[in-house]
């Protein structure tokens, strides 16, 4: 993998990892509402856990498997 590779993938990761906490954020909020709309709540919960693999699948990219 290249530096130029790797600072790409570094600025997907930090850009998801804002959008999860944002959404993380949001899940919180709606949750707390006197009458929670539970189809929004659902989708953000799905679009939350997407963010969370591709967060792992970048960072794996990232971090070389050391075999030992």
């Not at 659902?42 to 075999?67: N, V």
């Amino acid at each position: 993998m290249t530096d130029e590779d790797e600072g790409e993938f570094g600025a997907e990761l930090a850009k998801l990892q804002q959008e999860h906490r944002d959404l993380d954020a949001a899940i919180d909020a709606l949750q707390h509402s006197p009458a929670p709309d539970l189809l929004r709540l659902q989708r953000l919960k799905k679009r939350k856990l997407a963010l969370r693999d591709r967060i792992a699948f970048i960072e794996d990219q990232i971090t070389p498997d050391i075999i030992a």
